[in-house]
């Protein structure tokens, strides 16, 4: 079992910054990658970004160049730095964790004035 809490969220405006975090607990050490995964109303839930055990990131085309996911395994937390923000990223965002299950958290909303 893993639990994960995100934090973070808020309120932007276009062209500004936000600094997603996901704390994990439970039985980390089984964990093989860690991502985030946004759903906009009215959408389905898409792809953002993923981090391996090992560092290797993956990240979808919409977000390449302007988000940054990381890890600190002393802290069992992953973060997604967000930055150049756009009104299309507004949506609910939420971390995942890859066992032999999926775990996820329960979501952070990011919100993007234009």
């Known amino acids: 079992q893993v639990q994960l809490v995100e934090s973070g969220g808020g309120l932007v405006q276009a062209g500004g910054s936000l600094r997603l975090s996901c704390a994990a607990s439970g039985s980390i050490r089984s964990i093989n990658a860690m991502g985030w995964y946004r759903q906009a109303p009215g959408k389905q839930r898409e792809f953002v970004a993923t981090?391996?055990?090992?560092?290797?990131?993956t990240y979808a085309d919409s977000v390449k160049g302007r988000f940054t996911i990381s890890r600190d395994n002393a802290k069992n937390t992953v973060y997604l730095q967000m930055n150049s923000l756009k009104p299309e990223d507004t949506a609910v965002y939420y971390c995942n964790a890859v066992l032999v299950y999926v775990y996820w958290g329960q979501g952070t909303q990011v919100t993007v004035s234009s």
């Open positions: 981090i391996t055990s090992d560092g290797r990131t």
